[in-house]
């Protein structure tokens, strides 16, 4: 009981300070790259902290497990360090009596891994992808900001234009060069509104004047016009389009025939699994020397975290191509993970007794 509960407290310590250092990490990348995408007119400014949390949310499965893991490394491996190990092994507890208390501290972090990837991954990205989409296909009027040029959704035309209301629909200065394959053209308007004629909305400028000039044979024309109407947003009551598979239910793609929507589900299947493998992994790469104390041990456990964590993206990319079949995907990587760990901790646990048959095997060799 007493080793139980060394083992738990030790692992729920070093569960905490890692998942706060990694969080610290992730978000602080997470943060520069969406202020990048807000700043590059993919998101918009005003949804960088929601698509934040989205984010966070979704990646946060794949934090848990990584925390977890290092968790149990640290930990066994600083109990190696200071001889702590060497006594409870010496005391007859092997390797294999740590899973108990283990995967006791790890089991609330593999249910909460479980659920985030089957419910909250597919909803946080449908979530961020309906974000991105809305300002995606958001109007070309809605895209430019008082006083900066502004290029439109398909890229042909630039804005500039100043507000006059705070609805959008009444600016002034307004300034678009709009480029085609044979013409660039420059129309520059005193005062403009917008207005909506079915599911298309109009930039009307009054009393403008408009120069074009034909690249092939650079003849310019010059008109001014009283009223002049401009196609600013086309369809805007469209419907969205399907969803991407990482943005779909779970039930929804167990549903689904398609190889990407069984690629996402072998993907996430994976995760958890993986979690599982990673958690079972940690005991006996946790392995170091007391007499030459060092963290070798943790620089291969978090490589064969990456290599993992790989395989598992390599594995949902077979799956989505039709490579491989899901559950001859599942066994091969997932399956040979956990023969592993079990081999390893087997290993671990009798090469003292390897040890001695290989030293007696030299001792008949000499003789």
Known sequence: MLFDSTVRKELARSFGVTLVVILTIVLTSMLISTLRQAAGGNVAPQDVLLLMGYASLAYLPTMLALSLFIAIV??????????????????GVPLRRFV?????????????????ELLVWPWSNQNSNQLKERYEKRGDLSRVAPGQFQTSRDGSRVFFIERDSADG???????????????????????????????????VLDKGQRNEENSETHDKTLARFERYEVLADSQVLASASKPPPRA?????????????????????????????????????LAHTNPRRPNSWNLLFALLSFVIYFNMINL???????????????????HGGAFVLSVLMIWWRDNRIRFGWLRMRMRMRAAQ
């Open 248 to 284: 779909m239910s779970t039930m929804d793609l167990l549903k689904s025939a398609e190889l990407p929507s069984q690629g996402e589900l072998a993907w996430r299947i994976g995760m958890i699994l993986g979690a599982f493998n990673m958690t079972l992994l940690g005991l006996p």
């Open 74 to 91: 640290a930990t066994l491996g600083r109990m190696y360090r200071e001889s702590e190990m060497t006594i409870w092994l010496a005391s």
């Open 169 to 203: 629909t009444m600016g002034r200065n307004v300034f678009i060069l709009s480029s085609t394959a044979h013409a660039e053209a420059v129309t520059t308007s005193a005062r403009g509104h917008v207005e909506t004629q079915g599911d298309d909305r109009f930039l």
């Open 100 to 116: 108990r208390p283990v995967f006791r501290a790890a089991v609330p972090i593999l249910a909460l891994v479980v659920v985030l």
């Open 315 to 333: 594995t949902q990319s077979w799956v989505g191509n039709g490579r491989m079949q899901l559950p001859q995907s599942l066994l091969i990587v």
